[in-house]
């Protein structure tokens, strides 16, 4: 692998995702004790290591970083397992990070690939794609030996992937909602059960209070794994100051008193998504015998999570909610930001560019942003893939949602993400605002296609002259 050429070494890369893509991305059978099997073939990578397991169904990712981010304030290295990536499936894997390199991804896809074709009577069942890639980490995590490893699931919590791991360090339950009902059930007491599967006797688990009926599903599973519960409420944690800098909130939880805390981000629900990071933290470095407040508030400050309401340019907001649970925190964190803008500037007009895959609740998605009344402008931005709604529907379901007594409400037709980006963005007018939901696949193409779009127009000048 290491004496290809760049050239040869993307077309490996190429094939290996062609691969990949080309196996069933979930499957309503369990396959995790084939998984386990795979695990055993390979001599169990994952013993020995200090792994920290989160699910739940919005804010997994936040949780993830910010953990991983404070381990690393405290001098640890880590190792972050997510799903799904926004433009590079290597991002996916990382260490400290930096995400595994195109070198050792081939390596590992080789290795995992080798033995699920495999031939015989003794051939386990080849891997899907979500337990592939997790395999591939889970032999690169073992060579490169992390202090802490963080995973998150990729669907559900009891049969997911990463549940195939037995010893955990500490279990983290993000907020329940609605979402891959075909999977998970139909009520939010029937998904926290689900999630509620990574819970194990003697590992810390770290929860929510709220929805209640999520919390009272996790809080009795937990009792009957025997699992030590550290649960969080609302009234834990106060904003002190939200404005265009971020958000200043006060902590108290098991551990800390009036902890004051500074986030980036200008969305409401990442306070909560601190909340359990830092909780989360708090048992591993009291355990580890590092714990320091100061260290966690620092690592918090650093953590890096794009793709949820980030500010990508300024006045253009983009955010990877794609439930209806995520959809209703970002139209709160939306809203936010529209009235702080009023207040510090003259603003034109508010555009959402929406986009969902077909398996989603977006009629109800739409419903809520409409009810909202937040935007004046909703453009139907179709993505690429099998999974995408195409132009046509995409276009009909947001005229169909759409409060029909709002005439002051636009509605606009595009042909790609790259369109959308190049009328809506990078041609907007400086009073306007921008913001984009609905899809983490529609927020990772914009991410790419924005940088590029961006070159292109630092170069005009340069090339003009």
């Not at 959308?420 to 907007?428: C, D, K, N, P």
């Amino acid at each position: 692998m290491n004496g290809m050429s760049t050239g040869e070494r993307r077309q490996k890369m190429e094939e290996a995702v062609e691969y990949l893509d080309s196996t069933p991305l979930f499957a309503k059978k369990s396959s995790l004790e084939n998984v386990r099997k795979y695990l055993e073939l390979f001599g169990h990578p994952e013993r020995g290591m200090k792994i920290i397991h989160v699910a739940g169904t919005n804010g997994k990712g936040s949780v993830c970083a910010r953990i991983a981010s404070c381990l690393r304030e405290a001098g640890f290295s880590v190792g972050l397992f997510i799903s799904p990536h926004l433009a590079v499936i290597r991002e996916r894997m990382s260490i400290n990070g930096e995400m595994i390199s195109e070198e050792e991804f081939l390596y590992y896809f080789e290795i995992v690939k080798k033995e699920c074709i495999k031939g015989g009577p003794d051939a386990l069942p080849h891997l899907l794609y979500f337990e592939m890639l997790f395999m591939m980490a889970m032999l690169w995590f073992r060579d490169k030996k992390p202090d802490y490893l963080v995973l998150e699931t990729g669907l559900g919590g009891r049969l997911d992937a990463t549940n195939s791991i037995e010893d955990k360090a500490v279990t983290v339950i993000t907020r329940i909602g609605i979402d891959h009902t075909a999977y998970l059930g139909d009520t939010i007491a029937e998904i926290a059960a689900e999630k509620a599967g990574i819970l194990r006797k003697g590992c810390p688990a770290v929860f929510l209070t709220e929805p209640e009926e999520a919390w009272e599903v996790i809080r009795e599973k937990a009792g009957q794994a025997g699992a030590p519960v550290f649960e969080l409420s609302p009234k834990m944690w106060k904003v002190n100051k939200a404005d265009e800098n971020g958000i200043d909130f006060s902590l108290d939880n098991r551990y800390d008193k009036n902890l004051r805390i500074t986030i980036a981000d200008r969305a409401p629900y990442q306070c909560e998504n601190t909340a359990l990071a830092v909780t989360a933290c708090g048992i591993l470095l009291r355990e580890a015998g590092k714990y320091d407040p100061d260290l966690i508030v620092r690592g918090i400050e650093k953590t890096s999570w794009p793709g949820r309401m980030e500010e990508i340019l300024p006045r253009v907001w983009i955010d990877g909610a794609h439930n209806p649970d995520g959809i209703r925190a970002f139209l709160e964190s939306a809203g936010m930001i529209i009235r702080t803008e009023r207040e510090r500037a003259e603003t034109g007009r508010v555009f959402l560019l929406f986009s969902c895959v077909k398996d989603k609740s977006y009629r109800e998605e739409l419903k809520m942003i409409s009810l909202s009344g937040l935007f004046t402008d909703i453009a139907a931005v179709p993505m690429g893939g099998s999974r995408a709604l195409d132009a046509e529907t995409l276009r009909a379901c947001v005229e169909e949602n759409m409060n029909r007594d709002s005439e002051r409400v636009t509605i606009h037709e595009t042909a790609s993400v790259k369109e959308a980006a190049e009328t809506f963005i990078m041609r907007r007018d400086s009073k306007d605002l921008v913001f984009a939901a609905g899809s983490l696949y529609l927020i990772g193409e914009l991410r790419s296609l924005l940088a590029g779009l961006r070159s292109e127009a630092a170069a005009e000048p340069n090339a003009e002259g």
